[in-house]
């Protein structure tokens, strides 16, 4: 791991149901970043598209061989000389299913680690909406551990963060940095993201980077916004609003280390026997 600090930016949009529209307006705000000095760049969930639709979802969709996003920013990778975390795109991996893809792409241009989505999300939220990303997602099976000039990143994606297990084994496996790209509801985001955030950096003495959507998307779906950059011991280096835009932080990867040096519980796991499901009787 480099101990150099290094500049990180994360960025928010809005993201609408056609592709070009999105690839043009994430690469505006890559420039800037770029601009501002950040050598690695995080996008949203669902980068390219937000269609809730699922047929016209589908109907939208790419393999990944055709996906005009891939060589659109890996090129733009090349050019400005910088690593890129395309949060996720929607990639057709079977007639009728896609995969909620994130693409860790290296300064060279060249895609160096693809995570797919592995938990999803289906609730029925108190004001109404519903959400059900099985129907159209094919859940991925396999945690991503992806090298990078600063360190270890565990990729994961949105709901991923609920599941904290995901982020030990991450942690434990080397990660110094974990990416949680998101397109997170608003009351959901209200109640839960800087809690949730805040939490997997503390339990893993990790950076976490959360580029958000925000805004109101296709369908009138809201997102929540409020991208954040979180430090291995929990603070809030930097945060969005609900607008548009980027955030960046000079981070020194050393606090790894010394955050897990005070707390050092990645080393504490124990065994036990899990409890087995409490049987009422009847009438109870």
């Not at 790419?62 to 795109?89: N, Q, Y």
């Not at 990143?153 to 709901?159: I, K, P, Q, R, S």
């Not at 809030?236 to 897990?260: H, M, N, Q, V």
Request: hydrophobic share 40%; proline share 7%.
């Amino acid at each position: 791991m480099s101990n150099a600090a290094v500049k990180i930016a994360c960025v928010q949009m809005t993201a609408g149901p056609e592709t070009g529209p999105n690839l043009d307006a994430a690469a505006v705000l890559i420039r800037a970043a770029a601009r501002d000095g950040a050598r690695f760049i995080l996008t949203p969930e669902n980068t390219s598209i937000i269609e809730p639709n699922r047929d016209l979802a589908l109907a939208k969709s790419f393999t990944e061989d055709t996906h005009p996003g891939l060589p659109h920013f890996s090129a733009l990778a090349k050019e400005l000389g910088v690593w890129l975390l395309i949060g996720s795109m929607p990639i057709k991996v079977e007639p009728e299913r896609l995969a909620n893809r994130s693409f860790l792409i290296d300064d060279q241009g060249r895609i160096t680690a693809r995570y797919d989505k592995i938990h999803l999300f289906d609730v029925d939220l108190p004001n109404g909406e519903v959400y059900r990303e099985s129907e159209r997602i094919r859940p991925g099976a396999q945690a991503m551990l992806a090298p990078t000039p600063w360190g270890a990143l565990g990729m994961t994606v949105c709901y991923d963060v609920r599941f904290p297990q995901l982020y030990r084994d991450l942690a434990q496996a080397g990660a110094a940095m974990l990416s949680v790209p998101a397109a997170f509801t608003v009351p959901t985001g209200e109640a839960h993201w800087h809690t949730l955030l805040r939490a997997r950096a503390i339990e893993t003495g990790a950076f976490v980077f959360a580029p958000a959507q925000c805004g109101t998307h296709a369908g009138n779906r809201r997102t929540y916004g409020h991208s954040l950059i979180v430090s291995p011991w929990g603070e809030i280096l930097a945060e969005a609003g609900e607008t548009p835009g980027t955030i960046s932080a000079e981070l020194d990867f050393s606090k790894t280390a010394a955050a897990r040096s005070m707390i050092p519980s990645l080393r504490h796991d124990r065994d036990y026997a899990r409890p087995q499901p409490v049987l009422r009787a009847a009438g109870e």
